[in-house]
């Protein structure tokens, strides 16, 4: 197999053993993206001499037996809502185009310090907020597997950078699906880990009690790897958890003994595409086969959860996003009257339709006299889908459905309607809302080759579990060695 | 209930965005749409239900209250749109 298509396992055995230098492999991923990301467009920033720069350093390392990081030398791309230090970061939006963070985010930290060659920052949803990466400032990123289709959003660059074999590794955020339903869209493994295990700092803030960061990977022994390097207590994020890492790669392959899988009644029904819906039930039988126990449970107020969502991240995303004044950093207006001028243009010019529409909504469920039939109501109603997760998570150790209820759809096909975008998170969205964990890896192709995720939820802080899970479905399957045409 | 377009207004005041006749137009025929959305919330009875306003049950986190090292003024300021030495340039508040 050509080296930009294998795992980074794969790839680090290979680096182990003398058979690639990481200068070698980091210019072919550099090739890759030379030769594709012209019709994929998945990178905001590629800094090849500043990946090279890094390569010959783990090479030099490893050359004279210095100590090496879990990832030397293993090109990773990032998406562009992480701080990266002297190097850009705009999140997919015009207000920041010239932003240079003047620090790394605990991840990027963590990426270095495991000798990871930063190969990249990849394209968004502007400020993550998205299902398609439409929203982005700068350029719509495509499906690798049919470039006449969205690759989800709002990770979406980091998704296809990975599909389209441009990186092994990428990082992505997961606010409401934004891992998850762009992993599944492009035939990938990826992961939203339970909300604390993964510092949020250097993680420019959309919604504070959903956002979390996670890895995107070729198979889920990778995604356990990333999700090890960047996983752990950070003194600068005090949602950080602080509970030890356990050694997920270590109990990988170790099935999980008398599994009890939970099938929720309520993902099932109407809007559920029946390809999908096809290769989901042959994953459950999947399982059955394994020896695991089937139980269908019900998460009755998950059918709330769009509705909940889209007051309580509106409502954090405008008082987050009201730090973009013209002043501190970001853009401002070159003629303005006084002082609220300067904010209301800079803020107008900077940010694009989808960002001042959660914005608008956010501010209006926050604003005097709606307070609490909006925001209050929403938190209630959060509370309640938790509930319901608790409640089965006592009766099986993982719930497992679509991630998404459609494959990747056309390019332009939701953007004149909000509502019908939002609705492609309908079975992600409820795991922020109650912070738990979940993965989603691929199960199937559709008649016409586009990639179907499975999910895999799970109780909070059983990511262990959780990757456990999704390896044993994918060690009877071949669904994760598939790579688009390109 | 119903978004009128002055209260469209006033929202895009409290948010602070200057939005075009447009903007103003389409955000209020949307607006509608997703508030007529949500209300199905309204259905549930939520009367004995705590609020969750976070996933985790942290509350305050205390460090000691020790001196470290910051990333200083210059870099702080690095990304000021307008700057004056080390301050940062904003239009006059007071007349």
Redesign the interface.
């Given at each position: 197999m050509d080296l930009i298509h294998a795992t980074a396992h794969e790839l680090l055995g290979k680096l182990d053993r003398r058979e690639v230098s990481a200068e070698e492999l980091t210019r072919a991923f550099l090739g890759q993206i030379e030769r594709l990301d012209g019709q994929v467009r998945a990178f905001l920033h590629v800094d090849g001499d500043y990946a090279i720069a890094k390569a010959k350093l783990v090479d030099g390392k490893r050359a004279i037996g210095d100590p090496i990081g879990k990832l030397a030398g293993v090109p990773i791309a990032v998406k562009d809502v992480l701080c990266t230090a002297g190097r850009a970061t705009t999140c997919g939006s015009k207000i920041l185009e010239?932003?240079?963070p003047?620090?790394d985010a605990f991840v990027i930290r963590r990426l270095k310090e495991a000798d990871a060659v930063l190969i990249g920052k990849t394209n968004c949803d502007e400020f993550a907020m998205g299902s398609s990466t439409e929203n982005s400032a700068y350029q719509t990123t495509r499906n690798p597997w049919d470039l006449e289709r969205i690759p989800g959003g709002s990770s979406g660059g980091s998704a296809a950078a990975v599909a389209a074999s441009m990186a092994p590794l990428a990082l992505g955020t997961d606010t409401g699906g934004s891992i998850r339903q762009p992993a599944s869209l492009c035939g990938v493994v990826g992961m939203k880990p339970t909300?604390?295990r993964v510092s949020r700092f250097g993680l420019v803030a959309f919604a504070s009690?959903l956002d979390q960061i996670g890895p995107f990977a070729h198979d889920v022994t990778d995604c356990a790897l990333l999700l090890e390097t960047i996983a752990g207590h950070d003194?600068m994020d005090?949602?950080s958890?602080d509970s030890p890492v356990p050694p997920y790669t270590q109990t990988l392959d170790t099935p999980l003994a008398g599994l009890r899988v939970g099938i929720v009644r309520e993902w099932f029904g109407v809007g559920l595409d029946g390809e999908v819906e096809a290769s989901i039930r042959a994953a459950i039988e999947i399982y059955r086969k394994l020896g695991a126990t089937i139980k269908e449970v019900s998460l009755p107020?998950s059918k709330?959860g769009?509705?909940?969502y889209?007051?309580v991240a509106t409502s954090e995303a405008?008082s987050n996003l009201?730090r973009y004044?013209?002043?501190?950093?970001?853009?401002?207006a070159n003629e303005?009257d006084?002082?609220?001028?300067?904010?209301?243009?800079s803020?107008?010019e900077g940010?694009g339709?989808e960002v001042?529409?959660r914005?608008?909504?956010g501010?209006?469920a926050l604003?005097a006299g709606y307070y609490d039939?909006?925001y209050?109501?929403?938190?209630?109603?959060?509370?309640?889908i938790?509930q319901d997760f608790d409640r089965a998570f006592e009766e099986v150790d993982v719930v497992v459905g679509p991630t998404a209820p459609t494959a990747a759809f056309k390019i332009g096909e939701k953007t004149e309607d909000?509502?019908s975008m939002w609705l492609s998170d309908i079975y992600t969205i409820t795991a922020n809302l109650?912070?738990?964990g979940g993965i989603s890896v691929p199960c199937g192709l559709t008649k016409s080759g586009l990639p179907i995720g499975l999910q895999i939820l799970a109780a909070?802080f059983e990511e262990e579990r959780l990757l456990r899970a999704a390896r044993m479905f994918e060690r009877e399957t071949d669904w994760h060695t598939k790579r688009p045409k390109l | 209930m119903a978004l009128s377009h002055e209260e469209v207004e006033k929202v895009a005041l409290l948010a602070r965005l200057k939005l075009s006749e447009a903007e103003l137009e389409k955000f209020t025929t949307q607006l509608n749409q997703i508030v007529g959305y949500v209300e199905q919330l309204q259905q549930l009875d939520t009367e004995d239900v705590e609020p969750m306003a976070h996933p985790l049950p942290v509350t305050n986190v205390f460090r000691a209250d020790e001196v470290r090292p910051s990333i200083g003024t210059d870099a702080a300021l690095a990304n000021a749109p307008k700057r004056d030495e080390e301050f940062y340039l904003v239009p006059p508040v007071l007349d």
């Open positions: 010239h932003f240079v003047p620090y909300y604390g009690s003194v005090s949602t958890v107020h709330y769009i509705a909940a889209y007051l405008s009201a004044d013209g002043v501190h950093y970001g853009h401002r303005f006084d002082m609220i001028d300067m904010y209301s243009r803020r107008a940010f339709t001042k529409r914005i608008m909504l501010t209006y604003s039939a909006y209050v109501k929403a938190l209630k109603v959060r509370r309640l938790r909000p509502l109650a912070g738990i909070p | -």
